[in-house]
């Protein structure tokens, strides 16, 4: 079965330093990954994918992801982090190619501190 | 062009009594999903519907949960005789019929006093 899995419950980052959001990922056959992120009582929105072609990918927000399949991850990363990225962001990956639905892993609570 | 539109955004629902949330697709979305999300998890997948029909409900409790996508009208997921256990967000997402990526609600949130 497909599985993603966020190693850290937490993340700590001071506003302006370069943050990264840590996803593996587990398929049979080509992944199909994305990230989203929550904000409190709301949905998730959708920030990238990576379905094929370049190992980085960008996305909304100045977010983007770098697809590594020998180590079968895919970190979310951002240059200069905003405290208005302070969010839950989940790592998912499609569970297979008759439906479309998504595996998330259990997310990721992003604190940046000004 | 409006989003993926679930109401209502709060319910609240005594243990026994029936619980009804609807989601309105994206303009042009056929495809329909429903997940849960329990308190400090992430989403659990639930059932996928398209228009008037469950493609896979792989993910819904075998009793008391339903779910429909009429050729008219929003997606409604039904809970009937709710218990303190379902509790929880449950978000609808839309995707066009090319598939991915899914665009989420706001979601629902059920309490069960």
């Known amino acids: 079965a497909q599985s993603v899995a966020q190693p850290e419950d937490q993340v700590n980052v001071a506003e302006g330093n370069p943050l990264t959001v840590k996803c593996t990922y587990s398929v049979s056959g080509n992944p199909y990954l994305f990230w989203y992120v929550q904000y409190p009582n709301r949905g998730l929105q959708f920030l990238l994918k990576?379905?094929?072609?370049?190992?980085l990918v960008k996305g909304s927000y100045g977010f983007e992801a770098e697809f590594n399949k020998s180590q079968t991850s895919f970190h979310l990363k951002k240059p200069s982090a905003l405290v208005s990225d302070s969010a839950l962001y989940f790592c998912a990956v499609r569970d297979n190619v008759d439906t479309d639905k998504l595996i998330f892993g259990t997310g990721t609570r992003l604190q940046v501190f000004p | 062009n409006a989003g993926v539109m679930q109401n209502p955004r709060h319910l609240v629902r005594r243990r026994g009594q029936e619980a009804r949330l609807r989601c309105s697709p994206m303009?042009?979305?056929?495809?329909v999903y429903w997940y849960r999300q329990l308190p400090e998890e992430g989403l659990k997948f639930m059932v996928y519907?398209?228009?008037?029909?469950?493609?896979?409900e792989s993910g819904m409790p075998k009793e008391r949960f339903s779910a429909e996508f009429p050729k008219e009208g929003p997606s409604i997921l039904r809970i009937q005789q709710v218990v303190r256990g379902d509790s929880a967000a449950y978000f609808c997402?839309?995707?066009?019929?090319?598939?991915?990526?899914?665009?989420f609600g706001d979601g629902t949130r059920l309490s069960i006093l």
């Open positions: 997402a839309s995707s066009p019929p090319t598939g991915l990526p899914q665009h």
């Open positions: 519907l398209q228009k008037e029909n469950i493609i896979d």
């Open positions: 990576y379905i094929t072609g370049d190992n």
């Open positions: 303009k042009g979305h056929s495809h």
